[in-house]
């Protein structure tokens, strides 16, 4: 079975770092891209980043370019984003997904990122 | 950047009803779409993909269709478990989604 493990959230302050984590299991994870997709408060769906299967390619959305950086460890199957220079606007839940060439096949629970002083 | 425009933004139907939910997006994309489903609470699931391909396990009451800018998500004969939000998604240059459809039962 498939199972995708975000961990890493919480509250932080404007300007500060946090690091999110997402375990994969269930599938051969370096034979996947693997994407993070955010959602506000009652909001829509936002992709955040992609990485390729190597994470040799990197793509982001233009909002989060130059703060975060998608990265992934496939001896350890875990899939990481590191959230630099955090604002308000960033406040969500982000979900780590499995991506095929046909869209976005397996998520993960989510975890919640609040962005406050 | 392809902007996905879905509508309508919510819906109420009645259980048995035929619902459908469209999705224009702002330039051809050859058919890269896919629909996801998010119960409240949940992670979205994905329904369709390539416009009107059904992802294995889903119910064959979900259909999608569509071509270049216009697409659309049906649902027949309408089922309580079937109380979501739906997004579209383009995958043909970059991942961007519709602002999602809330759907209620009447």
């Known amino acids: 079975e498939v199972q995708l493990v975000e961990s890493g959230g919480g509250l932080v302050q404007p300007g500060r770092s946090l690091k999110l984590s997402c375990a994969a299991s269930?599938?051969?994870?370096?034979?996947?891209?693997m994407a993070w997709v955010c959602q506000a408060p009652t909001k829509g769906l936002e992709w955040v980043a992609s990485?390729?299967?190597?994470?040799?390619?990197?793509y982001y959305r233009d909002s989060v370019k130059g703060r975060f950086t998608i990265s992934r460890d496939n001896a350890k199957n875990t899939l990481y984003l590191q959230m630099d220079s955090l604002r308000s606007e960033d406040t969500a839940t982000y979900y780590c997904?499995?991506?095929?060439?046909?869209?976005?096949?397996?998520w993960g629970q989510g975890v919640m990122v609040t962005v406050s002083s | 950047d392809i902007r996905m425009t879905q509508s309508p933004a919510s819906l109420s139907a009645s259980l048995g009803e035929t619902v459908n939910i469209e999705c224009l997006a702002s330039?051809?994309?050859?058919?890269?779409l896919a629909w996801y489903q998010q119960k409240p609470g949940k992670s979205p699931q994905l329904l369709i993909y390539?416009?009107?391909s059904l992802q294995n396990g889903v119910p064959s009451r979900f259909s999608g269709s569509g071509s270049g800018t216009q697409y659309s998500l049906k649902i027949n004969s309408l089922q309580s478990e079937d109380v979501a939000t739906y997004f579209c998604?383009?995958?043909?240059?970059?991942?961007?989604f519709g602002g999602g459809t809330k759907l209620e039962l009447k």
């Open positions: 998604q383009q995958y043909n240059n970059y991942w961007t």
């Open positions: 330039e051809d994309i050859y058919s890269d």
């Open positions: 990485i390729s299967t190597g994470g040799g390619n990197t």
């Open positions: 269930g599938f051969t994870f370096s034979n996947y891209g």
């Open positions: 390539n416009a009107n």
């Open positions: 997904a499995r991506h095929r060439r046909t869209g976005f096949d397996y």
